[in-house]
């Protein structure tokens, strides 16, 4: 093996950009590892971990950047280390026909207009930032995650004097003024408000408001750790508040993980004094608090959509239907090609919060569920609706398990989203079901497209090259879960 | 009605700080979208950050910076006189001192340039009668050698000012303080390029005996000239006051000439004065450099002000003064090469590195921070118009204000981008931009070429740290 480590001074690249880099390089022929980072303490870490960590990236600052590459040849390292130069100068090429600003501040002066700052560098340097917007008087959606707590709170307490928003930190979805920000599907237009303290839950309630033939007002993050007893809510009950005043919002849905019980008290309080309609999901959470006046609980988030969308044509929610007899049907038929003891559930999901409300639909402590887009699978890769192929190798692994009866993947659509996910993880769903048959087994993998036909990946493309792989495919990821669910039960949750 | 709901009925406008996929997604959906060319703060050093942190919003440092800024764009640098003898003018001065260019610097350790600069003065003081004796004299430690600055001198390349040598007097009409600059020589073999041969000695003894004293006559009549509206005027004709005065020579020599005329000296003397001037285009650079240190020099010194108020060379180091660090606490770093063209038969290992006052300019928001107004010299840099207006664009990150006289007229007549904050430089890592000629490292060669260099980046991250500790 052969390595190639190179440095170059005072050069920044974002992290999304420098990952995708390195997976172009690390795809070439002969290459076993390819790293591409800023030299900060954590990725000199990194470049340590994977035997790269030479004494120039040693030597190197935070604004220095490191291409390491470890191939069978040095030839095999030289052409990667070109693969890498040649995108990057493409890349400087077209940076130098933008008017180009280094600092918030700056930028926020010169372009008067400017209302919104999407902020996703790297974590400890992004509260800096969300301060510097806030201080020009802009609102922000804060993607960035490792900021502290200490200054959420503390940005979030900013913004509320100020009346502002700070969507995040680790807020990946929102939808403002019909523009979808980071992580978001093309919905319709419509009088349904949505807060999001999750970002695939928020995704999942907006694509079935959408199918269900309603549309949504302003879709709008707080980021997870909102209802912590720390932040205290501040941004889901501002955000509250502005929807119970905007004339274009009719019913209000509320998505989180579920709260801390004192947070949880105050956003119900304001929740009955909001003179709205509003349907609160906690999805992975118990099903239901006490009723309050004016809310509508939902347990799973395709209920909520259901429900805000009959709010919103002016009906009452009707208790949630589940078409057990089908269902049943289905996975009676499913059975009887499993083997005895094939009996688990393993959900391999991009989504945090699909994870969460497909584990919490499905009880049973041998079940695995893991959403891979955490941070000990993420550290230094992209995010798997990023980039799907990093699940690739788990769903053979699943399908290589004697126990395994249901492998269970979402697949996110929209905005941020890899352009073809489906295209992507359809030879891994072939792959799969030939290893099971090869062992003697039969695996089902149950599909759900979590998007909608103006994504730009296409609903029903997609969904067609699921099926054409052999998944089943489910209609909403509540019921995915409990599918898979009924076939490993042996019998229909009722 | 808060601002989230005036948010609601507003088009979005976004400033995307990080991943340029979301940019691509924004702009896809036809929403206007700026990317920021964003870098880790202070290059990612912690205590680099923390010095930031702890001066940014803090209501000292500003109202410290906007009296500095108020200083600034208050002076009014009038050209009142021509001192026939520095000693004579010059704070301090006596008649063995010898005034450098730059931060402080021993004897033993001067660029070329600048030794062949002492030497040379050395020689015209007959102080000294050849090379050997003027080295032997000032390696004896019978000089007193303090940088120019420290005496509320400037002097471009070597900037070397000697007792005997006649000075232009600039004095700040708003505060009443002085600078002073000695007069400019031309270009080719001189002392400022580190030449002390006898036609560089005769030169300064005929501008001493002739031109000085002509010129001092020619002022009394014409009466004190207005160096900042001159500079103004010569901003439009595209100068930016450092590497290009073609402009500034020009109105000065205008404005100059009938106070001449009337001076009643002999026609002879009167046309080798004219012809001197006219034969050389950086005659001004000895006026635009003496009115920004008069300008600077009223802002140094107000407690907590994060604003520069010196930027010089002296070949080995590049010093920094600031404000909030008051009198001659310097900020030092290696002096930089510089990039840009070389005269035929040149090449950079040839070029001394940086070196002179001259980046007073700068300081003051003209110079290379007024590329955008003067095309012209953009060739020197191998660029485009454009290039130039990116420069001076780029300048504002690191300013505090814009100078309302000295305004470009392709940007809209927007004011110059004054006031160089330590603490922006630092956090955006963007460097004051400066234009300047390069001398030859040996000594008395002369200009090798012209180009554009940054000051090292250590000189403003030592100043941010002092401020902080100072703010503590």
Known sequence: MTVHVAIRKNTYYDSVTLMALARKMAALPGVAEAVAVMATPLNKDLLAGVGLLGPEASAAGADDLVVAVKAESEAACVAALEVFSGATARQAGEKKTAAAFTTLAAAARSIPDANLAVISVP?????????????????????????????????????????????????????????????????????????????????????????????????????????????????????????????????????????????????????????????????????????????????????????????????????????????????????????????????????????????????????????????????????????????????????????????????????????DPAGVTAPAIVEAREIARAAGRHVHVIAYVCGTDADRQGKADQESKLAAAGAILAKSNARGAYLATAIVTREVRK | MTAINELFKRKLTVINVGAPLFRDDLAAQEVPVTQLDWRPPAGGRPELIAALDALSDRPETEAANAAAVAAILAARPVLTDLALAAVDAIPGMTPTTILHAGPPVRWEAMAGPMRGAVIGAL????????????????????????????????????????????????????????SYCPLNEGLGKVLRFGAFGAEVIDRLRWMRDELAPALKAALAHTGGIDLRTMIAQALHMGDEGHNRNKAGTSLFIRTVAPGLAKAGLAPAVTARVLAFMHANDHFFLNLSMPAAKAALDAAHGIAGSSVVT???????????????????????????????????????????????????????????????????????????????????????????????????????????????????????????????????????????????????????????????????
């Open chain 1, 123 to 419: 974590g400890e340097y992004a509260a800096r930032e969300a301060r510097a917007a806030l201080r020009q008087g802009l609102n922000v959606m804060l993607f960035s995650d490792n900021v502290s707590l200490e200054d959420e709170v503390e940005l979030k307490k900013t913004a509320h004097e100020q009346g502002l928003l700070v969507m995040g930190p680790d807020c990946g979805t929102a939808i403002v003024n019909g523009v979808a920000l980071c992580f978001a599907n093309a919905v319709r237009r419509g009088g349904i408000g949505v807060v999001g303290a999750s970002g695939t839950g928020t995704q999942e309630v907006t694509v079935h408001i959408d199918r269900l033939g309603g549309g949504v007002s302003q879709v709008l993050g707080t980021g997870g750790r909102d209802l912590s007893a720390a932040v205290g809510g501040i941004m889901m009950l501002d955000c509250l508040a502005a929807l119970a005043r905007d004339e274009a919002t009719s019913v209000v849905v509320l998505v989180s993980k579920p709260p801390a019980p004192a947070v949880a008290a105050k956003i119900m309080t304001a929740v009955t004094a909001c003179p709205k309609p509003v349907v609160v999901c906690f999805p992975g959470g118990e099903a239901a608090g006490p009723p309050a006046a004016g809310a509508y609980f939902a347990a799973t988030l395709e209920e909520a959509a259901r429900a805000a969308v009959t709010l919103a044509a002016g009906g009452q929610p009707a208790a949630p239907q589940c078409r057990h007899e089908k269902l049943a049907s289905m996975a009676a038929l499913a059975r009887t090609k499993l083997a005895p003891q094939q009996d688990t559930i393993r959900g391999l999901f991009c989504g945090g919060t699909l994870c969460a409300e497909a584990a919490g639909l499905s009880p049973g402590a041998r079940h695995l569920f893991v959403d891979l887009g955490a941070d000990e699978y993420t550290k230094g890769k992209p995010h798997p609706m990023i980039e799907p192929s990093l699940r690739l190798p788990h769903i053979l692994a699943a399908a290589g398990d004697p126990a395994v009866a249901v492998i269970l993947l979402d697949i996110v659509l929209g905005y941020g989203a890899h352009p």
């Open chain 2, 123 to 178: 020689i015209f003081e007959g102080l000294a009668a050849d090379e050997a004796e003027a080295a032997a004299l000032a390696a004896a430690g019978k000089i007193t050698f303090a940088p120019c600055h420290e005496h509320g001198a400037v002097g471009p390349m070597a900037g070397i000012v000697s007792a005997s040598m006649p000075v232009w007097v600039v004095e700040n009409a708003a505060r009443g303080n002085r």
């Open chain 2, 310 to 472: 010196t930027m010089c060379r002296n070949g080995v180091e590049f010093g920094v003064r600031v404000s909030g660090c008051p009198g001659n606490t310097w900020f030092t770093g290696p002096a930089q090469a510089v990039e840009g063209l070389f005269f035929p038969g040149y090449g950079p290992a040839d070029a001394n590195p940086d070196l002179g006052d001259s980046a007073i300019t700068e300081t003051y928001g003209i110079g290379g921070f007024a590329m955008g107004g003067a095309p012209a010299i953009v060739q020197f840099v191998g660029g485009t118009p454009a290039d130039a207006l990116a420069y001076t664009t780029q300048m504002y990150e690191i300013t505090l204000a814009e100078n309302g006289s000295y305004t470009i007229p392709n940007l809209n007549f927007r004011g110059t981008p004054t006031a160089i904050d330590v603490r922006r430089v630092v956090a955006t890592g963007l460097l004051p931009v400066i234009n300047t000629g390069m001398a030859h490292r040996e000594p008395g060669v002369g200009q090798v070429g012209a180009g554009v260099v940054r000051p090292p980046r250590e000189c403003f991250d030592k100043a941010l740290l002092a401020l902080a500790a100072r703010a503590k």
